[in-house]
């Protein structure tokens, strides 16, 4: 089993749809966890933390489930703008090196 | 600005070439690491520095070299190429969660890299 799990889609939604990604790991020492966004041919760069209560950053809601091992992000009112690759990534408190799944690709088409 | 240099943004070199790629962070993070990705493939994690020491290589061919001299730059050393090496190479660096940090890896913009 991979240590981080995505669906890599594509997920292809019309503008102003709800998306929600799941992503499962394995480590149960895993402390710290984050949303990160790509861009074609670009780094990437982090979208929101996870936090233990879930948290929102305006149309952006991240929750964490530790007994299921497993974050989600949900997206709401898609825009064009938010069609990009979704990384999950996962920390844990005995190591430095963060794990990254492999991405979930967004597309929001017109 | 992200915080994380990295240097040069393109880099076009033939098989037989020495060049190196510079990354260097104002962060005052303890980790760095170096990352490959390939056309529209995931990140691969190549090398992790932790205090200027290596911790991970992950089996990567020796014609990389990092070096890292403090805890602020890193270097990739390359030599005898292959074109399927050509990818964006992604610097980052990180404060360990144990170290007071929040583990978030910030990340440069890239080098791309071309092998002719």
């Known amino acids: 089993r991979k240590e981080v799990e995505q669906d890599p889609g594509p997920f292809n939604v019309p503008e102003g749809a709800t998306v929600a990604f799941n992503c499962t790991y394995s480590?149960?020492?895993?402390?710290?966890f984050f949303w990160y966004r790509q861009d074609c041919r670009k780094e990437p760069k982090l979208l929101m933390s996870?936090?233990?209560s879930g948290n929102e950053d305006g149309r952006f809601t991240a929750q964490l489930n530790r007994a299921s091992q497993y974050i989600s992000l949900l997206i709401r009112d898609s825009k064009l703008s938010d069609s990009a690759t979704y990384l999950c990534?996962?920390?844990?408190?005995?190591?430095?090196?963060?794990?990254f799944g492999r991405g979930t690709s967004l597309i929001v088409h017109p | 600005e992200t915080g994380v240099t990295q240097t040069p943004r393109h880099l076009v070199m033939g098989m037989t070439n020495k060049k190196s790629l510079k990354c260097e962070q104002h962060?005052?993070?303890?980790?760095m690491y170096w990352y490959k990705q390939s056309a529209k493939k995931p990140l691969e994690l190549m090398f992790v520095?932790?205090?200027?020491?290596?911790?991970e290589n992950n089996s990567v061919p020796s014609r990389f070299s990092p070096e890292c001299p403090n805890s602020s730059h890193l270097f990739l050393h390359l030599h005898t190429l292959q074109p399927e090496d050509s990818a964006l190479y992604l610097c980052?660096?990180?404060?360990?969660?144990?170290?007071?940090?929040?583990?978030?890896?910030?990340f440069g913009e890239g080098s791309r890299l071309t092998v002719l």
């Open positions: 996870v936090y233990s």
């Open positions: 520095y932790n205090f200027k020491e290596q911790t």
């Open positions: 962060l005052g993070h303890n980790a």
């Open positions: 990534v996962v920390n844990s408190w005995r190591s430095y090196i963060p794990t």
């Open positions: 980052a660096s990180s404060q360990e969660v144990g170290q007071g940090g929040t583990g978030e890896l910030f």
């Open positions: 480590n149960s020492a895993s402390q710290s």
